[in-house]
């Protein structure tokens, strides 16, 4: 196969990695999970951006609004996301995972390991740590040119910081719900970060 000027450039390659990547994936994920590729991303983003609105999770995920609404409603009706509305703002409603999408969110990392190691094969394990701090520096970089997001920021009271506090097995600070909260999302719960 005849390397072209384009495989050589750095965006270019990262992209087509990150495309070859999502078909593979989308492989083992046909077989094994009840969501779509583009469902697990929008579970992965939100895990990581709990409460944004669903116009800052547009932005993050560089998604037409109307179709992130659609594969959001096919979501919510699947009960793997919640919406909430902003305290502060009526007109914004806060989207949250919930516990029946963590496991399903669990299967997809696991998922993502094994395309991961296929597409490591061959790098040594000093290697495939260098090239992930690598990445990760690239990332850093780039983070810290381009904007964030209007808001990412999540009102108190949708973060639970304001009721009592409790210690969690791992000694985390942890929050308690409120009364009245529904008990199946996670929007209390840190461990759903992509990794």
Request: glycine share 4%.
């Amino acid at each position: 196969m005849k390397v072209t000027d384009s495989a050589q450039r750095f965006g270019f390659l990262v992209a087509d990695i990150q495309r070859l990547f999502g078909r593979r994936f989308e492989q083992f994920a046909q077989r094994t999970l009840p969501m779509t590729r583009a469902q697990c991303r929008v579970l992965a983003y939100l895990s990581a951006n709990r409460g944004v609105s669903q116009a800052v999770l547009a932005d993050i995920l560089e998604t037409p609004q109307q179709t992130l609404a659609r594969i959001l409603e096919r979501m919510e009706e699947a009960g793997w996301v919640r919406r909430r509305l902003d305290a502060r703002d009526p007109r914004i409603e806060r989207l949250f995972v919930t516990r029946a999408a963590a496991a399903q969110l669990q299967i997809a990392r696991k998922l993502s390991d094994d395309v991961r190691d296929e597409a490591l094969h061959g790098l040594t394990a000093f290697e495939a740590v260098q090239l992930t701090q690598l990445l990760q520096k690239v990332r850093r970089n780039l983070s810290n040119v381009v904007p964030t997001p209007l808001d990412t920021v999540v009102p108190a009271v949708l973060r639970r910081e304001s009721h009592d506090h409790v210690l969690c097995a791992n000694g985390a600070d942890r929050t308690t719900p409120p009364a009245d909260a529904p008990g199946d999302d996670l929007s209390d719960i840190s461990d759903l970060r992509p990794q």
